[in-house]
C-alpha cells in the first residue's frame, strides 16, 4: 500500500476536483483498490464523492466513528485506537471514503502542543505526531491511499505529511501558487531538520527508537510529483499549448519547482504528471452529480460541446494516472 497526500498551500488550485478524478482513474482505468481519506476539515471530497443524503445520513448516526474521533484516546494518552474510522463506498467513483469531518480542525491545537513535546523527544509527543502513519499504516488492504488537505502549512498538515509516504502538489497558473511552492520549501526544510534533531533525543533517551507497524518514524517524506491546472489553452499545430498571458508565470514556477525538486533530489522531468487546461461548465456538472468528469453523460446535463470536454477529461486525468502510477512503479 502507498499513501499519497494531495497538497499545496495555496487554496482555489483544483487539488480536491484532481484528487477525486484521479483516484477515480485509478480504479476505473488501471484497476486499483484506492481508499480516499477526506482530511481537510472542510470536507470537500466528502462532498464531491457522496449524495447529499448520503452524507447527512453519516452525520446524523450517533455512531459514527470519525476521523476525528480516531484523535480521542491519543488525546487522552491512550494510545493508538484498535478501530478504524467508518469507510464508505462511492459507487460513480468507484472508490472507497473516510469521510471527512470538520471537528478535525479544533485538533490543530492538540497536535500543535505535542509538536513541542516532539521536538524535545517525548514519547507523548510522537503519539500525537505520527497518529495519521498510525491510522494509515492499518489500511493495508488498498493499492493507494490518497489523502486530501486543507491549504495550510499548519499542524494538522504537518502531521498528514509525516505520516503519508509521497505528496502530489497540484498548481494553478497563478503568482501566489508560484509563491506557495517557496513556503512549502522552506516549511519542509524546518520540519525536517526539527524531526531528526527530535528523533536523536527521543532514541537516547528511550534507548530504542519509537515505531510505527513495526518501523521506526523519520522524515520518509517523497515527491510524487505535479500537475499544472486551470490555464487557457490554445491549440498549434494540434497541440494545446497555455496562452502568453500564462506562460511567463508557468516558466517561473517551472523555476522554483526545480528547487522543490532538488529538496528531494528528484529529476523534475519525471515529476511533471500532466497538464488540465481549463474543463469549464464540466466541473460544475461532476460536483452536481457526484460522478467523475470523464463518467459524466446526458443522465447529468451534458450537451452540446461538453462532450467534448468529458472526452479530454477523461484524456487528461487517464494520463496522470498511468504516469503516477509509473513513478510509483505501479
Not at 480504479?27 to 464523492?49: G, M, R, T, W
Request: hydrophobic share 40%; net charge negative.
Amino acid at each position: 500500500m502507498i499513501s499519497i497526500g494531495f497538497f499545496n498551500n495555496k487554496g482555489g488550485v483544483g487539488k480536491t476536483t484532481l484528487l477525486c478524478n484521479v483516484a477515480a482513474s485509478l480504479s476505473i482505468e488501471h484497476k486499483k483498490k484506492i481508499l480516499v481519506i477526506d482530511a481537510d476539515p472542510q470536507c470537500n471530497a466528502s462532498a464531491y464523492l457522496l449524495k447529499d443524503d448520503d452524507l447527512e445520513k453519516i452525520f446524523l448516526d450517533s455512531d459514527h466513528y470519525s476521523i476525528d474521533s480516531f484523535f480521542e484516546p491519543v488525546r487522552r494518552g491512550k494510545g493508538y485506537p484498535t478501530n478504524l474510522p467508518k469507510i464508505v463506498r462511492s459507487h460513480r467513483f468507484e472508490v472507497d471514503l473516510i469521510v471527512g469531518d470538520p471537528k478535525l480542525s479544533i485538533r490543530e491545537d492538540l497536535l500543535a502542543n505535542d509538536w513541542a513535546e516532539t521536538k524535545n523527544g517525548e514519547p507523548r509527543g510522537f503519539q500525537t505526531t505520527f497518529a495519521i502513519r498510525a491510522l494509515i499504516s492499518q489500511l493495508t488492504d488498498y493499492d493507494l491511499v490518497l489523502v486530501d488537505m486543507g491549504p495550510s502549512l499548519g499542524a494538522l498538515n504537518r502531521s498528514i505529511l509525516l505520516g503519508v509516504d509521497y505528496f502530489l502538489m497540484p498548481l494553478s497558473v497563478d503568482i501566489f501558487s508560484m509563491m506557495a511552492v517557496e513556503n512549502i520549501i522552506k516549511s519542509f526544510d524546518v520540519w525536517r531538520e526539527a524531526l531528526e534533531d527530535a528523533i536523536k533525543k527521543h532514541d537516547k533517551s528511550e534507548s530504542q527508537s519509537f515505531e510505527i507497524a513495526g518501523q521506526a518514524v523519520g522524515w520518509n517524506l517523497g515527491f510524487a510529483g505535479y500537475v499544472m491546472q486551470q490555464y487557457r489553452a490554445k491549440s498549434k499545430g494540434g497541440v494545446r499549448e497555455p496562452v502568453v498571458a500564462f506562460e511567463r508565470i508557468i516558466s517561473r514556477q517551472r523555476e522554483e519547482l526545480i528547487e522543490l525538486c532538488k529538496f528531494f533530489d528528484a529529476d523534475p522531468e519525471l515529476l511533471n504528471l500532466g497538464e488540465i487546461p481549463s474543463l469549464s461548465s464540466v466541473v460544475p456538472l461532476s460536483q452536481q452529480a457526484h460522478a467523475p468528469i470523464f463518467e459524466l453523460a446526458s443522465r447529468d446535463g451534458v450537451v452540446g460541446s461538453q462532450y467534448t470536454r468529458v472526452s479530454e477529461a477523461a484524456e487528461f486525468f487517464h494520463k496522470i494516472s498511468g504516469n503516477l502510477l509509473e513513478r510509483l512503479g505501479q
